[in-house]
């Protein structure tokens, strides 16, 4: 009895631990910090308040404007670092809060493009970037909008210190541009084109995509402490924001209404904030570029890139925590999925997935365990001399590698497929599951399926014992290869590089070359894991000399030391740790393009680290059109 008793206490603990009770709680309180004041620029979180998408998710938001009412203006970094918001909104300036320490993550890019235009009179003399070193142009200190002016700048190859810095204090408008003015003057969202009255004033403007700088405008981001201790309200903010923005985007007049009830005009009449907002909704759906682009969509890169450009002009100093800068709700939740994953016992048609899961990785590896004993058996009875047994140590050291990195080209289908089943699990508890849902992950599930069978289709034409010469396409094999070995080069952030490109055959044993192309790739990946700091690159080119095919794969791993630079295609020579090399990887590679394909293997260092030269013949050379 008491041994019951204690079955169903640790039951209940297991339960709790998988299930938080957290779920029945009231609303969660959250604070979003606006980067000025109340106006269409923001609408979409308006739109998620008004129209209850925040309730829903289990929230209750206060947004608030950046200006206070002792006429402080408050910087959004810095509210949402120091805890006083949870969400803000902000452009590269977020950028510049990492780079101090903040610790900020980036959820959703509102604006996919910059805001800021600079404009002047249509009679001021300007052609060219160079035309502004003359002109008196507004720049202030510490303005956000300044940098993509700099960018500019230094894209053109002009320095930012020739243009002169000013004392100007609030919003640029039309008045600026005067004989006792500027010549051209910073603007955010157009705002000097809003009135009627202006339009007398004709103007032209530049704009920073047209000189290469693509910054995203207003991005929704949060601390990166709040994103990895709670994601779930961090992704239930984000998910309610950007339904807000879809529903504004596509009713603007009557968001607009609300806001004229909702923000009475201070220093405006109704008429005018109401223009005014109208104005701004153009400029908005413009910038975010709905409905083609999805709402809030990140490309990674055009941060990385920004980053970059805030180095070159020393407004940063450090490298961007690339995993942990842009949210992501499913790395993070993750670890939590795959405890789940044990205890989901649902659907009768979804265990039938999971079963077609282990019988095609049983099918698949039983009919690739007995063609690999075949290939040993005969090449073991046909080698009885030692050069026959280190291939066939070699090729299970390689065959253990390949499929270690077939483990990790399954790895994240499986948590995909962990994840779609929870989702249905969830969707079942809470009466939400609809027969079209249920399609759509099944569905899902099936393409998931399908990419891990071509993983093993990769595998075994890697492993065909195939021993008849024929022709063979080097380029189709490399990238065999390369496909076998993407998720340890994505793991080490490698960039692949291919130039020289040849299409030319080569003739001989394609498995075997690709064996030779799997050891020294390998050997690439090992150097630039090692070399600390710089680009990890690999090159590799393809190209004809005579009648033979070259093959060149160049690292920027640091080069082979010339203290071992006799050794290098030595009989177990390794300078890796016991457990981690065999030295048979290079060794095996040369005899393979010597011996067996009637070629040549040669290295040779360069400025950024180790070049191997591949040669074989092509088809068609006398003694090689047959066996």
């Known amino acids: 009895m008491n041994k019951n008793k204690t079955?169903?206490?640790?039951?209940?603990?297991?339960?709790?631990?998988?299930?938080?009770?957290?779920?029945?709680?009231?609303?969660?309180?959250?604070?979003?910090?606006?980067?000025?004041?109340?106006?269409?620029?923001?609408a979409g979180y308006y739109t998620a308040l008004w129209n209850g998408y925040y309730e829903e998710e289990g929230?209750?938001?206060?947004?608030?404007?950046?200006?206070?009412?002792?006429?402080?203006?408050?910087?959004?970094?810095?509210?949402v670092a120091e805890g006083d918001a949870d969400f803000g909104v902000g452009a590269v300036d977020i950028l510049i809060a990492n780079d101090e320490g903040l610790d900020l993550a980036v959820l959703a890019s509102i604006f996919q493009r910059s805001a800021v235009e600079f404009f002047m009179k249509e009679e001021t003399p300007f052609s060219t970037m160079a035309d502004l070193v003359n002109l008196q142009v507004a720049r202030r200190k510490d303005d956000l909008m300044d940098i993509e002016l700099q960018a500019m700048l230094m894209a053109e190859g002009i320095d930012p210190k020739q243009l002169k810095l000013y004392e100007h204090r609030g919003n640029f408008a039309i008045e600026d541009l005067g004989d006792d003015g500027f010549d051209m003057v910073p603007i955010y969202l157009r705002n000097i084109l809003t009135y009627p009255e202006e339009e007398g004033v004709q103007l032209k403007s530049i704009r920073p995509i047209d000189y290469g700088i693509d910054f995203y405008g207003d991005s929704l981001f949060t601390r990166g402490s709040l994103a990895k201790e709670n994601p779930d309200k961090v992704e239930a903010f984000k998910r309610a924001s950007l339904k807000g923005w879809e529903y504004a985007l596509e009713n603007p007049e009557e968001i607009i209404e609300k806001m004229v009830v909702a923000f009475p005009p201070q220093e405006k009449t109704e008429k005018e904030f109401r223009a005014f907002n109208v104005f701004q909704a153009r400029e908005v759906l413009e910038l975010t570029l709905h409905p083609v682009v999805e709402i809030g969509n990140i490309n990674p890169h055009r941060w990385w890139g920004t980053q970059e450009v805030l180095k070159k002009l020393n407004l940063v100093s450090g490298d961007l925590d690339r995993e942990n800068f842009i949210f992501s709700y499913d790395r993070i939740l993750q670890q939590q999925a795959e405890r789940k994953e044990k205890f989901l016992q649902i659907f009768s048609l979804i265990s039938v997935v999971i079963l077609l899961i282990v019988l095609i990785i049983y099918l698949t590896a039983k009919s690739t365990i007995r063609k690999l004993e075949k290939m040993f058996q005969r090449e073991w009875e046909e080698n009885k001399r030692k050069e026959g047994i280190i291939i066939y140590q070699a090729r299970l050291a390689a065959m253990g590698e390949m499929i270690a990195?077939?483990?990790?080209?399954?790895?994240?289908?499986?948590?995909?497929?962990?994840?779609?089943?929870?989702?249905?699990?969830?969707?079942?508890?809470?009466?939400?599951?609809?027969?079209?849902?249920?399609?759509?992950d099944i569905e899902r599930s099936r393409r998931l399926i399908h990419k891990m069978s071509e993983t093993?289709?990769?595998?075994?034409?890697?492993?065909?014992?195939?021993?008849?010469?024929?022709?063979?396409?080097i380029h189709e094999n490399i990238m065999m290869v390369l496909d076998l070995m993407e998720e340890r080069i994505k793991l080490h952030h490698i960039e692949v590089v291919f130039k020289d490109i040849s299409t030319k055959k080569a003739y001989g044993y394609s498995n075997q070359f690709a064996q030779g192309i799997f050891n020294v790739i390998s050997n690439s990946i090992d150097a630039l894991i090692d070399e600390k700091g710089g680009k990890r690159q690999i090159f590799i080119g393809i190209y004809e000399q005579g009648n033979d095919v070259i093959t060149e794969i160049e690292d920027t791993g640091g080069g082979i030391s010339e203290a071992i630079a006799d050794k290098v295609f030595d009989l177990y020579f390794t300078t890796k740790e016991d457990t981690q090399g065999t030295g048979l990887g290079l060794y095996m590679t040369k005899v393979i393009i010597e011996k067996n394909l009637k070629g040549s293997l040669h290295w040779k260092n360069t400025d950024r680290g180790v070049k191997m030269m591949i040669r074989i013949p092509c088809k068609g050379v006398d003694g090689n059109v047959t066996d």
């Open 59 to 79: 929230l209750e938001v206060e947004i608030r404007s950046a200006f206070t009412e002792e006429g402080d203006v408050l910087q959004a970094t810095q509210e």
């Open 405 to 440: 990195n077939i483990a990790h080209q399954w790895r994240q289908p499986l948590n995909n497929l962990g994840l779609i089943l929870n989702n249905i699990e969830d969707a079942y508890h809470y009466e939400e599951l609809t027969k079209k849902s249920l399609e759509e």
């Open 456 to 473: 093993i289709d990769d595998f075994r034409n890697f492993s065909n014992p195939n021993t008849k010469k024929d022709e063979f396409s």
């Open 7 to 42: 079955y169903i206490v640790v039951i209940i603990i297991m339960i709790l631990y998988i299930f938080p009770i957290d779920r029945v709680q009231g609303l969660d309180e959250a604070v979003l910090q606006l980067r000025w004041d109340h106006q269409f620029q923001f």
